[in-house]
Nanobody
């Protein structure tokens, strides 16, 4: 089992920034590809970004590419999502996820990681 705990959500004005963190425990962190997803009220869960086991490869959904940056620190068992230029439509619950397999390109939109955190709320005011 891998346990994931997100933090760093909150209320921010449009144009502002937040950095989400996801701390992992339970297994060797570097054996897992990591990802970030979000779900807004009344909408389906949306893939945002993924990062490979060592951090060499990343992939982003078009909706966040250029604004969000995923990174990981395997020494700290933590994955991050730096979110800049936030928009009201970014308001959602943000989830981190882990899986032994890394998604690739368009396959990331069908990726269903095995392990999920409980989510952290991000609210962007206009």
């Amino acid at each position: 089992q891998v346990q994931l705990v997100e933090s760093g959500g909150g209320l921010v004005q449009a144009g502002g920034s937040l950095r989400l963190s996801c701390a992992a425990s339970g297994r060797t962190f570097s054996n897992y590809a990591m990802g970030w997803f979000r779900q807004a009220p009344g909408k389906e869960r949306e893939f945002l970004s993924a990062i490979s086991w060592g951090g060499e490869t990343t992939y982003y959904a078009g909706s966040v590419k250029g604004r969000f940056t995923i990174s990981r620190d395997n020494a700290k068992n933590t994955v991050y999502l730096q979110m800049n230029s936030l928009k009201p439509e970014d308001t959602a619950v943000y989830y981190c996820a882990a899986d032994r397999n890394y998604c690739s390109g368009a396959g990331c939109f069908e990726w269903t990681p095995n392990y999920w955190g409980q989510g952290t709320q991000v609210t962007v005011s206009s």
